[in-house]
């Protein structure tokens, strides 16, 4: 299995902030590696798809980047809709791994 | 606007079969794969498997002895089975649109999931 390791675990930033997430494969997953936003109450949110796509309807200050098995998740500017917990999955091959997750308070 | 709606027991003795059905709302139902993840405090995200229109499965090989997960494409639904449940399966499970990676000469694809639906807490107690 391809082992996904997300850093850091928690993470505490201020509204305005620039945030970065990163995530790691065990092994090459070319740019098939998933960003997801998930919120308590709330249906799981795609936000990045190939690496570095914006799903449809999510906001501009997200982007993702990378190849291979060094990938990231920016926020340029942290709003206070941004607490959540954030998710790494890769989907080269079976079976589909996740990153253990980043929860993101805001101070 | 794509829905997927889910239900099913959420209380389990040990030993007894999990079962669980996601309806889908909106959008195509027979251009997509279907899949089942579940989620709990001490493994995180876990994605049990998936299913694509024609019926053909994949199970995640850590379950794959247990699972069962069938479509019925006249309803728009997809279901999940698993069986001997014990208090490791404890978990919030989630139905999603997605999961499909196909690797063939001239027909390559990979999707990831686009839709969840709200999860259901399903709990395996004596």
């Known amino acids: 299995d391809i082992q996904m390791t997300q850093s850091p675990s928690t993470l505490s930033a201020s509204v305005g902030d620039r945030v970065t997430i990163t995530c790691r494969a065990s092994q090459t997953i070319s740019s098939y590696l998933a960003w997801y936003q998930q919120k308590p109450g709330k249906a799981t949110k795609l936000l990045i798809y190939?690496?570095?796509s914006l799903d449809t309807g999510v906001p501009s200050r997200f982007s993702g980047s990378g190849s291979g098995t060094e990938f990231t998740l920016t926020i340029s500017s942290l709003q206070p809709d941004d607490l959540a917990t954030y998710y790494c999955?890769?989907?080269?091959?079976?079976?589909?791994?996740f990153g253990q997750g980043t929860r993101l308070e805001i101070k | 606007q794509v829905q997927l709606q889910q239900w099913g027991a959420g209380l389990l003795k040990p030993s007894e079969t999990l079962s669980l059905t996601c309806a889908v709302y909106?959008?195509?139902?027979?251009?997509?794969?279907w899949s089942w993840i579940r989620q709990s405090p001490g493994k995180g995200l876990e994605w049990v498997g998936g299913?694509?229109?024609?019926?053909?499965?994949n199970y995640n090989p850590s379950l794959k002895s247990r699972v069962t997960i069938s479509i019925n494409t006249s309803k728009n639904q997809f279901s999940l089975k698993l069986n001997s449940v014990t208090a490791a399966d404890t978990a919030v499970y989630y139905c999603a649109r997605g999961g499909d990676i196909v690797v063939e000469v001239g027909a390559t694809l990979h999707r990831p999931f686009d839709h969840w639906g709200q999860g259901t807490l399903v709990t395996a107690s004596s």
């Open positions: 999955q890769q989907y080269y091959n079976y079976p589909i791994t």
């Open positions: 909106g959008g195509s139902f027979s251009n997509y794969y």
């Open positions: 299913v694509s229109h024609s019926g053909s499965t």
């Open positions: 190939r690496a570095s």
